[in-house]
């Protein structure tokens, strides 16, 4: 089943291998307009959201300020997945004055890209609201930054799919053809893999009836007309768990809960991510 709350972030050495690679790209050999800085001014920062959002991040960073000054001063006062309107405060920091504006943009491009992923998904969840949907995201994240987007989508209340290829089966018409159907597609997942969930592909009820018949977990409904997903809740009658997939929008996603499906899966949730307006204001020390 997709992972759900709490909002547990992952392991701290992904996101310190997350801090290295984009220290990697950004800093590189050193920050060389830090070097204008005196090597032992101090200074003081103000974070603010200049938009409504959900934020998420928070734990990329801070690790960001803490790999460059150990001794940095955070004080948030708002938590991942906390709402949070335009104009606010939501950050104060205090450290070096080199580390701090050499680790803000590193620090900056997780903390508005999570958000903007949180606050797209809380978008959607609240197009649901009043039924029992879950909102899934896929596996369309950015490359290199699926666990912490995956996370990001809790943030905003939605659920996760799999992970990668690896912790869940999902059978698409490239694999029907290629095993030479349904039915020898699910018995050659469940001899290989049984302990995996099984998902299955369709896109017409026949196919349905058949995935239902030969044992699948579950069922992806792709790019069924509200009309039909109405009429595959008919032919699943609980045995199944449905998910809806494909041509989904805040505009439709309503609609689509309203026919009685499990879940719907949405890759804009990681794919076409906005992200979030932020800014940071340093202010030296005497």
Known sequence: MPAALPLDPPDS???DADVERAFAEDIGSGDATADLLPADAHASATLTCR???VIAGIAWFDACF???DPAVAIEWRVRDGERVAAGSVICHLRGRARALVSAERS???FLQ???GTATITAGFVAAVAGTDVRVLDTRKT???LRLAQKYAVRCGGGHNHRIGLFDAILVKENHIAAAGGIEPAVAAARRLH???LLEIEVETLEELRRAIAAGADRIMLDNFTPQMMTEAVGIAA???????SGNVHLQTIGSYARTGVDFISVGALTKHVRAVDLSLRLHLED
């Open 66 to 68: 803490r790999k460059l």
């Open 142 to 144: 950015v490359p290199g």
């Open 113 to 115: 890209l999570l958000s």
């Open 51 to 53: 938009e409504d959002a």
């Open 107 to 109: 620090a900056l491009n």
């Open 238 to 244: 609980g045995r199944v768990a449905l998910e809806i």
């Open 194 to 196: 049984p302990s995996l």
């Open 13 to 15: 050495r992904l996101i």
